[in-house]
C-alpha cells in the first residue's frame, strides 16, 4: 500500500472508532486539557480574514477556534479545511453542516487551492513521508499562503531544552516570524510550541 494510503486509513481508524468530537479529531485529554494546548492559537489570529486546517480531521480545532474568537473579540474569521480522509471529511460535514462547502478531501501536498488563505495551520510536517518534508512545508508556503498571510506550524509538544524542529526550519532557509510557547500541563521538561512565518 502507498505511504499515504497506510497514513489515511490509520487516521480513519483511530479517529473513528473514539466515542467522542475530541477524540476524533486525535486529542486525548479532557476539555480542560484540550483547550491549555490549542488556545495560543489565538495569539496567531490577529486579523480578519480566511483561515485553513491543513489535517482538518473532524474539525474540532475549527470548531473550537471559532467558538473562543467569538467570546473574544471582533475579528471575523473565515474557516476552511482539508483532510485526505473522505471519512473523516465526511464526518466533519455531518457534524458541521454550516461549513460544508467549505470542505475539502484531498492529499495536501498535491492539492491546490483556487484561493490562497491569509492563515493556513498544519499542526505537523509528518503528513508526508520525512524526507519530502522540506517540500512540503515549501508546498504549503508558496500555494496555500496568501500575500501578507501566515503560514502556522502547530501547536506540536518537544522537549523544553530543544528546539529541533525550528532549527530544521532554519537550515531550510525558513526562519519563524514569530513564536508561541507556553508549559505543557503535564510535563515541565516538555514545551508546547507554535511557530509561524509571514509571507
Ligand atoms: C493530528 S490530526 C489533526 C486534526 C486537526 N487539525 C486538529 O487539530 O484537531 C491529523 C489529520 O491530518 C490528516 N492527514 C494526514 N496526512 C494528510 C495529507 N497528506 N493531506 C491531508 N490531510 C492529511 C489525517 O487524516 C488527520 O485527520
Known amino acids: 500500500m502507498e505511504w499515504y494510503e497506510i497514513n489515511k486509513t490509520y487516521f480513519t481508524e ?4 473514539a466515542d467522542n468530537p475530541r477524540s476524533q479529531s486525535g486529542h ?7 483547550f491549555h494546548n490549542h488556545f495560543m492559537l489565538l495569539d496567531i ?7 485553513i486546517d491543513v489535517g482538518y480531521a473532524n474539525g474540532y480545532l475549527i470548531e473550537s477556534l471559532n467558538k473562543w474568537l467569538n ?8 474557516f476552511y479545511g482539508l483532510d485526505i480522509s473522505h471519512e473523516l471529511i ?3 460535514k ?5 461549513w460544508k462547502d467549505k470542505l475539502y478531501t484531498g492529499n495536501a501536498f498535491k492539492w491546490i487551492p483556487e484561493n490562497k488563505f491569509d492563515f493556513v495551520c498544519v499542526k505537523e510536517l509528518g503528513y508526508v513521508p520525512q524526507k519530502m518534508e522540506e517540500s512540503f512545508f515549501e508546498h504549503l508556503f508558496n500555494n496555500y499562503v496568501a500575500e501578507e498571510g ?4 502547530g501547536p506540536y509538544s ?3 531544552m530543544s528546539r529541533e524542529l525550528e532549527g530544521q526550519l532554519s537550515s531550510w532557509g525558513y526562519i519563524p516570524s514569530g513564536y508561541i510557547e507556553r508549559s505543557h500541563n503535564k510535563s515541565i521538561n516538555v514545551a508546547r510550541r507554535i511557530l509561524y512565518f509571514n509571507k
Open 14 to 17: 483511530h479517529y473513528l472508532s
Open 28 to 34: 486525548g485529554g479532557d476539555e480542560q486539557h484540550y
Open 45 to 51: 489570529i490577529t486579523k480578519s480574514g480566511s483561515f
Open 71 to 78: 467570546g473574544i473579540n471582533t475579528l471575523q474569521v473565515d
Open 90 to 92: 465526511h464526518l466533519a
Open 94 to 98: 455531518k457534524r458541521l453542516p454550516n
Open 150 to 153: 501566515r503560514l502556522i506550524l
Open 158 to 160: 518537544e522537549e523544553k
